[in-house]
Structure formats: structure tokens, C-alpha cells
């Protein structure tokens, strides 16, 4: 009968430490939701906590800004700051708003020892404390000054009979809804590589080797002249790309994909891949290769490559000697065997060869292999058979993408865009004399486009067909090069 009262007792007075800890948690989400919460009340607030904590104890996850000693700020850090700054900064009496990069807006976050609550589940409240620790000591330099920076964490404090539902539903939940908000609030980015003396520091520790500005193309596919089926098929081609993660893990392919476009200047190349990085939501990583100082350095910038990207390579042919450069060296190599000359190996007297052939293949290749997928790579050209057909084989370049001069179909959807027209008395002239001669996209668009305010679709189109004739006549024979009609396209 006393064990019974003992029992008994321990279980009142741990149901009136659990009321007390429940009571003060609606108390503190009213004195929050009132702005009445203090320095003293979040003081009480720890200690209500750890009275709670004798009768059913707490846990606490702690996220740290900083992945251990990589110096790589913490997905998961991120992530909690994004989720916590949508939901619940609206109950945070104090924040801290930081300028959101390349925007007006700005981002807001707990400052440190500030608490807030969140709803884990129906009748599971958990508590967010955000703080810092201060840095470890360092021998000053770049390194050492910005580790005097304070580190700083989120913890998160839950009851013990919580610990499943938090670890396992809540906290992928946050991270999840984390994502979505960063989604969200991305802006797109257009990186190039630039000088390694002018090389930039990432928001964290990283040093970085790109620069970036906000990527605000408007080019779409939607005003991209193209024939329909051609557009589509590509378009079809990036949506299994984008979806694809399951089905590249499936047959154990790195999720990645290479595009080779290639066409005379002015047939939309460098338009695609604007449109391409839209469709997909995509940042582009733009490689000038003449501006990159050796191979090594190649493998650097791949590395501070982010997923959802494209990574571009323009005028593949002009940054690099790569019109069989390679098989020239490799007889050179074997002619001088004597100095075991490797094929590959740069010539110091050309500047041009700072960065080699096989070095490019090593950089596609390590694309292909290592860390994280996502990642387009699309190399641009104006004479693709002087490429080196490793460069462009399969498994390297999946697709190849002919870009050409303007076809009929071409032309309707530039007359569409430019004049809103679907038809006109003069097509049937437009599409003989298209046939005939050889304008690139660019300039079909450039004479439909008004020239003054009296001009209209008759008098654009009358230019258009003018243009034509003259270049018609400039070229006797009339024959297109054995170009067939839009844009060709295949995987290789
Ligand atoms: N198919 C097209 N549809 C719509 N606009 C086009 C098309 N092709 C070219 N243009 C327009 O013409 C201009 C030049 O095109 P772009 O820079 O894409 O050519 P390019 O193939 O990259 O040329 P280069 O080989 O010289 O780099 C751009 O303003 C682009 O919007
Ligand atoms: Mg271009």
C-alpha cells in the first residue's frame, strides 16, 4: 500500500512538472506572440526546460554551420535557416536580416540565444535555440580572420518520448521544406572563370574560383525559331534528363548528359543553351578555356561547380588546338621517343596550349565520375569536323545538336514572333529563296524586325524577300552546300 503511495506520488509530481512544462510553453508562445518575451523570460524559459527535463528528459540535435574541418558550409545549416525564416521568424522578437545576394530583398534569421517554437506534430511542441560558439584560436592570415568569426549552430530540443517522430518525420520534413524555400528564393546565376589573382571568396570559407552575376536571359524555347519536332525532341530529351535521377542510378550512370551544338555563327548555339538553362531552372558555369592557366586549374573549377548547372564550353575549336592536335603530337612523341615525350604534354612556347587536350578529357571525364550529378555539360562550335573525335564521342557527348541556317519552318515561327502573322502573299517567295540560299536565324529575325514606325509586316517581309534575292544573286550556283531544310539533330 505505501509502495503503491510512493509510486503514486512520483507519477503526480511528474504529471504536475509535465503541466508546468506545457503550461509554460503556451505561456511563452503568448508572451512571444504578444512581444512580451525578455532576456529574463528566455532565462526561465532554459530553466523550465531543464526542470521538465527530471521527470521526461530532452534531447537536442545540433546543426552546425560548417561541416567538420572541411571548412563547406552545412547543407543541413542552410536548410534550417531557410525552413526557420519561413515558418516561424514571424515569432522571433529579434532577427537578424542579411542583404540577400544580388536582390533588394532581405533574408531574415534568429540572433543567437534566440528560441522559438514549432509544432512538430499534433501535440508535439519542439524548440529551436539558435547560438554560436566562439572560434578557436588561430595564427591570423585570411584563414585565421575569418575563423575569429563565431560558429554558428541551431539546436533543436525535444522530449525523449518524441525522439522517433522528430528524427525520422520532422527533421527530413524541415530539411525538405528548407529546400523548397531556397528553391524558391534562388536566382539563377551565370559564373565565369576569371584570373586566379582576382579569384573571389564564397559567402563561407571557400575560395572560389568563378565570379558570378544574376543570369536573366529571356530567351525560351518559346522564342526559340527551330523546327516544332526538332524543339520538341529536345525539349523531351532535358525533361528525362531533369526526372532522371532514379533511372541514371538504375543502370549506374552518373547523372549527367553532354551536348555538342554546332552550326555556323548566328544559328541560335549560344540562344539555346540561354533557353535550355531557363526550361531547366539551371545556372550556367560559363569556361573561357584561354583564361584558365593550366589543367590543374581546370580540375579546380569543375570542382566548385554546383549540381543544376550547365557547364559551357564556347567555340570549343578556338579555345583549345584540338583539330587533331593530338594524333600531330602523337607522331611527334613517337618520332621522338628518345625523350619519352608524352603526347599530351603542353608546349610551353604556345599559350594557347595551357590547357591540353587530354585535360579536357580528364575534366569531362571526372564530370562523368565524380561528386554530385545534375550537371549538363554543352560545348559550342562552328566546325565541328575539325574536333577531335574523342572529345566528341559517346558517353562524352551524348547529343549533337546541328544548329543551321533558317528553314521555312524556321522562318513561319520568326514571322509568328516578330509580325504576328501565321501567313502572307510573300511566304511561298520566302520559302523558294530559302531553299535556295544560306541566312542564319539571326539575320532572317534581324530584317523582320521594324525598322521605323511606318514600317509593318508587308513592308518587313518585302525587305526580308529583297535580301534574300540579293544574296541569291551573289551566289551563282544558288545551291545551299547540300543543307537540308531547319535544324538536323541526332545522338551520337
Ligand atoms: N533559332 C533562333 N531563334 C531565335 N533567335 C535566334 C535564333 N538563332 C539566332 N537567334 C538570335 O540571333 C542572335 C545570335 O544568335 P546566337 O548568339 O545564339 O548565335 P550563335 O550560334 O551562338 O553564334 P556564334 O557561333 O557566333 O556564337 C541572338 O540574338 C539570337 O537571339
Ligand atoms: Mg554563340
Known sequence: MMEAAAVWGGLNSGVVLSLIAVLWTVVWQNLQRLQLHTYVGRHM??????LAALVDPYHSVTITEYDGGRMKRSEAFEEVKAYLSASCARDVRNVRAEAAKDTDKLVLSMV???????????????????????????????WGRRAQENRRFYRLFFLDRHRDLVINTY?????KQGRAVMVKNRQRKLFTNISN???????????SAWSHVVFEHPKTFDTLAMEPSKKKEIMEDLNMFKNGKESYARVGKAWKRGYLLYGPPGTGKSAMIAAMA??????????ELTSVNSNTDLRKLFIQTTSKSIIVIEDIDCSLDLTGARKKKEVAADEDNKDGARP????????????????LLNFIDGLWSACGGERLIVFTTNHVEKLDPALIRRGRMDKHIEMSY????????LANM???????????????LLSQVEMTPADVAENLTPKSTDDNADSSLRALVSELEKKAEDKPNGAKNGQEEGEAEHDS
Do not use: M
Not at 524559459?45 to 531543464?50: A, K, Q, S
Open 197 to 207: 589573382e582576382n579569384w573571389s571568396y564564397d559567402e563561407g570559407l571557400t575560395r
Open 418 to 432: 516578330y509580325l504576328q502573322i501565321d501567313s502572307h502573299e510573300l511566304f511561298p517567295a520566302v520559302q523558294a
Open 278 to 287: 531557363n526550361y531547366l531552372d539551371y545556372d550556367i558555369y560559363d569556361i
Open 112 to 142: 543567437d540565444s534566440e528560441e522559438v517554437f514549432d509544432v512538430a506534430a499534433e501535440g508535439v511542441t519542439v524548440c529551436w535555440l539558435a547560438d554560436s560558439t566562439p572560434p578557436p584560436r588561430t595564427d591570423g592570415g585570411y
Open 344 to 359: 599530351d604534354k603542353p608546349d610551353k612556347k604556345d599559350p594557347s596550349s595551357k590547357v591540353t587536350l587530354s585535360g
Open 406 to 413: 533558317c528553314g521555312f519552318e524556321a522562318f513561319k515561327f
Open 171 to 175: 527533421l527530413p520534413r524541415v530539411r
Open 45 to 50: 524559459n532554459r530553466h523550465v526546460r531543464r
